[in-house]
Each structure stands twice: as C-alpha cells, then as structure tokens.
C-alpha cells in the first residue's frame, strides 16, 4: 500500500457523513467509540503520552512496524479498505461532505436503486469474512476459522473495532434487510449456494485468502458463528430498523417509508469499515511501537 500510517490518520475526517452516521449510532455501544484523528493526537489518546520527544519516538517506532508488511498491518488495512472501495462512489457523494446542513434524500433517491435481498445479504458475509481475516493479519495469526473468531469477537472486541461491526449489524443488516435479517440470510444462504456470491466482486479476492478449498463454506459458517453475536447485540440494544432511522434522521431529512434507499445511500455515501478499521490498525500499532520504542 502506497499511504502511510501517518497519512491514513492525518486525513481521517473529523466530520463528515461516515462521522456523523457512527456518532448517531453511539446507542448501540454506548461510549465505545471516540473519532480520534491525526497521528500525534491518537499516540496521546491511546498511550496517555503528552511529552513531544515520547510521541515522536512511537511515531518512529509505528511507522517501522506499519511498513514491515510481515507484522500484517498493511494486510489487515487492505481488507478494510476493500470492501468500501468496491462499493463505488455515489455520483452525488458531494453531499456528503456538507457537514452541518440538511441533507435531503427525496430529491435524488431515483439516483439510487437499494440492493436486491441476495446481493446485501452477500455483502453483509464478505464483510464479515473481511473482518475475519482483517483481524488475523491485525494480531498475527494464521486465519482463524469462524468459531475462533468468534470467541475473539465476543471477548475482545472494543473502541472502533466495535462500533464497526454495530455499524455493520444496522446499516449492512437491520436497515436494508429488515428485523428479519438474519434468517433473511440464511435462507438466501441454503437457497442460492455459493450462486449468491459469484458476482459479488469482493468475493474473489477474499478467498483467496479464505484456507481450505470450500469458500463458500468457509463463508457460510462464518455467518453462522457470528449469528448468535449479532443476535445478542440486537436484542441488548433493542435495535430495530425504526430506532436506527430515527438516530440518522437526525442529520438527514428523508421519508420513513424509504428505509432500503436509505441503506443505499449510506452504502454508497460512507466508508465506515475503512475509516473505523484505518483507527483499529492504528490501536493495535501504537500499542506495540509504545512497547518497543
């Protein structure tokens, strides 16, 4: 990868569309998620560290650490920013950076057609796969098979790595797919077979990295160990579909009868994974170049 540690913190967003759909989704895991941008300001926030020299020698360290592609950061960093990427840029995307105004989506929903239930429900499983192996190469591990990362998952998930996958749950789940979205999923799973994710265009380039010669499979049961988290999720957070668009609707005026082109254009409009996965890769960084530096 051609940017920097450095580059992919001093240009996170402070506020814009993806910054203001996270902080609206803050209820779902309260205070777990602060958007801390800039690299010297992160190496503060993460070690507690203010001395100018102290930083500066972890800023050293991480940049070190981050360009050894053996340690996977540069990996786990590829993975989070591929699935936004393959979304696509939304033609009226400008909008987005409009921070502070109204954005109103009637105007333009005829832009946007919201995915078919097969296509969501294969993009909400790469993702997830993506994250699977994002967080293999993040801690160095051989990729886990779904029941380890699930463990994981539940016992070790906080801050951005978190909030990216409640992200996950409401915006690639609840939002276009309904309450039902779980079995929505499973059905399209069993019904469609490995059908549902040939044209999916992340599916090659994350098996490739998926062990073993089933994908599918291999993606299949993915979805099926991370179901119960999910499940737990929603049901802790009391989430539904409504809860969520009313959160948004607080800096985006649109109809309550638009949920699915509403999940549309917050697909196209935002990047979520690679903005809260460029802050997990800097977490886990900055913890060891601290140690090392």
Known sequence: MSDSIIELLDELPSNNLTVKTLNALDFVVPGEWENVVGCDK????????????????????????????????????????????????????????????????????????????????????????????????????????????????????????????????????????????????????????????????AFRPISDSIPGDDKFGFVANTFGAVQGWMDNLIGSAGLTPEGIFDSIGGFIEFSDDSLDFVAAFLDKATNYFQHTGTQSVARKLIQQAAEEA
Do not use: H
């Not at 507690?48 to 102290?54: M, Q």
């Not at 832009?111 to 294969?122: C, L």
């Not at 609840?174 to 549902?196: I, M, N, S």
């Open 42 to 201: 992160t190496i503060e926030v993460i070690t507690g560290e203010s001395e100018a020299d102290r930083i500066l020698d972890i800023r050293n360290k991480a940049i070190e650490l981050y360009n050894d592609v053996d340690n996977g950061y540069q990996g786990a960093m590829w993975y989070y920013n591929l699935v936004d990427n393959l979304d696509g840029a939304l033609g009226t995307a400008a909008m987005a950076n409009k921070i502070g105004e109204k954005i109103g989506l009637l105007g333009f929903l005829n832009k946007i057609t919201p995915k078919a239930d097969t296509t969501q429900s294969a993009d909400l499983c790469l993702k997830i796969v993506a994250e699977l192996i994002a967080y293999s190469k993040l801690n160095g591990l051989p990729i886990l098979n779904p029941g380890e990362f699930v463990t994981n998952l539940t016992e070790e998930y906080s801050g951005p790595s978190l909030m990216r996958m409640a992200a996950l749950v409401s915006l690639d789940g609840l939002l276009p797919l309904g309450p039902d979205f779980l079995q929505k999923v499973q059905d399209t799973l069993e019904r469609e077979g490995e059908g549902a994710l040939a044209e999916n265009p």
